[in-house]
């Protein structure tokens, strides 16, 4: 259906229903949005947040160590089991007290200056007691300060804090051995740092990921996602997706050797996105609920008023002028309904002056019409009058006027009768009449204008044919279109009736070659006062011939091109012809 064709209430509430949803649809975006860039930023400052927290668990494991290093390092008994130098002896006289100080976990070793280790007191290590730690040698360089960083040991990674040990001799201080602390960096490590920091870890390396808190499907994805990813964009494990930061691990000389990644979820974050969309689809749907019901109550107040008007506008359209519009309010809609009903006061009073007018304009019209279609019998009655008293006549001359005088008063009284019936709806009973006597007798009475003009008046109606028919009346009807005929054709011309029996009706034709009917008044020829071309008459004899014969049960119509005649044709119903044939009559008058 068509928008034009809705109604008006069905208008206002498509188009609220449409603004609302087009406006919160908006207005969610930008609030989602907005949301969705809150939350990631706050799950990056978590990441950050993270990683200052995991510095500072790292901080405190390194000062620890360190500190329990330094004490263990100032111990006499300590120094003096470092100083000879023995495996088993250090091993003694320092395990003891390590085990007390430390954490379980935690690795404890002694090497001499040169980093071959000498004993190991603490901890579960893999590194073997023959080899040499080349991490001392690199933290040589900062002794007599204690320092601290990551050592990559046989495909292990390790939090290491260095301490030196030195011995008091003839030439000074000397080196005696170097303590050397720390932990290894596992899945344990990653787990107490993920619940000390509610994130996601991963220790990787050239090549492989040391530990992580992720599960092995996860972490195999999330380590590619990271090697392809550029900074600030997410990650994911190809079921969460993860904000993440990065930050190298470095060895005592201040080298990588890998790197941290600690990541934060969005998975709550997405829960909360979508309970915020599952609110808003719900405030939504209550925001149009109650618009509709809001619209549609203060939708149907201002369109009542216009239904009102829309019909009182269609009892206009049918001519009812007598219905007005009750006014409820001063806006628009009152001014409007006020304004109608001043408008149906003004047609009333403006149709009520004008049928007056048409009246008074009416009687005019007829009085005329009546006084031109009286003419030519009073002046035949006045005429033979003054011959019959001014004259000694033969008696053949004076029954001839006699006649004259008699046909035309005849005539006016059966003009006065008719147009009596046609004003008071009446009509006479009809009676079986030969059409071609009708006819003929319509053209003798038009005979001699006819002469007078040099027009010819053609009949070529079979005798055999009647019609049940008020004879006057239809008379009058010939005499009219005959008379139309020669009025329109002062110079000359000829007229063709003829008729034809189609089934039981007969259709009678009058044609003339004169001008024809100009097209603008050919859809108005049968009104009444309607006349074009012609020097006399008002225009009601067509109206009237037209009204005979749709009494009489048929119709009148005309066909007619400019400058090709006229050719009015009238169908009646109920002709037939009588048992005698007579063929090809025609009268020429």
């Not at 390790?158 to 596992?186: E, K, M, R």
């Not at 930050?247 to 915020?276: H, N, T, V, W, Y």
Request: charged content about 20%; aromatic content about 6%; overall charge neutral.
């Amino acid at each position: 259906m068509r928008f034009s064709r809705l109604p008006l209430l069905t208008k206002i509430l498509l188009s609220t229903s449409v603004a609302i949803t087009a406006l919160f649809a908006i207005t969610g975006e930008i609030v989602l949005g907005h949301i969705t860039r809150s939350i990631s930023d706050s799950v990056g400052a978590e990441v950050r947040n993270s990683f200052q927290a995991y510095t500072a668990v790292l901080k405190s494991r390194t000062d620890l160590l360190a500190s329990v290093s330094r004490v263990l390092s100032a111990m006499q008994v300590v120094r003096l089991a470092v100083n000879t130098g023995d495996a088993a002896t250090i091993q003694d006289s320092a395990a003891e007290l390590w085990s007390k100080v430390s954490d379980a976990h935690a690795i404890f070793l002694v090497t001499d200056p040169a980093g071959k280790i000498l004993a190991s007191l603490g901890g579960v290590t893999s590194i073997p007691l023959d080899r040499n730690l080349a991490v001392v040698q690199a933290a040589e360089k900062k002794f007599p300060e204690q320092s601290s960083g990551f050592m990559f040991q046989n495909g292990e990674l390790y939090h290491i804090s260095c301490t030196p040990v030195y011995v008091d001799s003839s030439n000074g201080q000397g080196l005696l051995v170097v303590l050397v602390a720390g932990y290894h960096v596992d899945y344990l490590v990653a787990r107490d740092l993920k619940e000390s920091t509610n994130s996601e870890f991963l220790f990787v390396t050239p090549g492989r990921v040391i530990a992580s808190t992720l599960n092995p499907r996860a972490t195999a994805v999330v380590a590619e996602s990271i090697r392809r990813a550029r900074t600030n964009q997410h990650v994911s494990d190809g079921v969460v997706q993860y904000a993440w930061s990065q930050e190298p691990l470095l060895d005592i000389s201040g080298k990588p050797l890998g790197e941290i990644c600690i990541l934060r979820s969005f998975e709550g974050s997405r829960e909360r996105i979508a309970s915020l969309q599952r609110d808003i689809v719900l405030l939504w749907l209550g925001a149009i609920l109650c618009g509709f019901a809001l619209t549609y109550l203060l939708a149907r107040r201002i369109v009542e008023p216009v239904r009102q008007l829309d019909r009182a506008a269609a009892e206009v359209a049918r001519q009812n002028y007598n219905i007005s519009v009750e006014v409820k309010s001063e806006d628009e809609m009152g001014r409007l309904a006020r304004t109608f009903n001043t408008m149906c006061a003004s047609i009333r009073q403006g149709r009520e002056e004008l049928i007056r007018h048409e009246r008074i304009s009416t009687i005019g019209r007829l009085s005329g019409s009546i006084v031109h279609d009286l003419r030519n019998p009073l002046a035949a009655i006045y005429g033979g009058a003054e011959m019959l008293v001014d004259a000694d006549l033969p008696p053949a001359h004076v029954k001839r006027l006699a006649g004259n005088i008699y046909r035309a008063s005849r005539r006016i009284q059966e003009l006065l009768q008719d147009l009596l019936n046609v004003s008071r709806g009446k009509t006479r009973a009809p009676e079986v009449c030969r059409l071609r006597e009708v006819a003929s007798a319509a053209c003798d009475f038009l005979a001699a204008t006819a002469e007078a003009q040099g027009v010819t008046v053609s009949l070529s109606i079979a005798p055999e044919i009647e019609v049940p028919l008020e004879r006057s009346r239809m008379e009058r009807a010939f005499a009219n279109l005959i008379g139309n005929a020669l009025e329109a054709m002062p110079g000359g011309g000829h007229v063709q009736i003829s008729a034809a029996l189609e089934d039981e009706t007969v259709v009678v034709e009058v044609a003339d070659d004169g001008p024809g009917i100009a097209p603008e008044i050919r859809k108005n020829l049968f009104q009444p006062f309607v006349t074009a071309g012609k020097r006399n008459g008002l225009g009601l004899g067509l109206a009237l011939t037209r009204q005979t014969v749709l009494d009489h049960g048929g119709d009148l119509w005309v066909e007619s091109e400019p400058g090709q005649g006229a050719h009015f044709k009238f169908r009646l119903p109920g002709a037939h012809a009588v048992q005698t044939q007579v063929q090809g009559v025609v009268n020429t008058l």
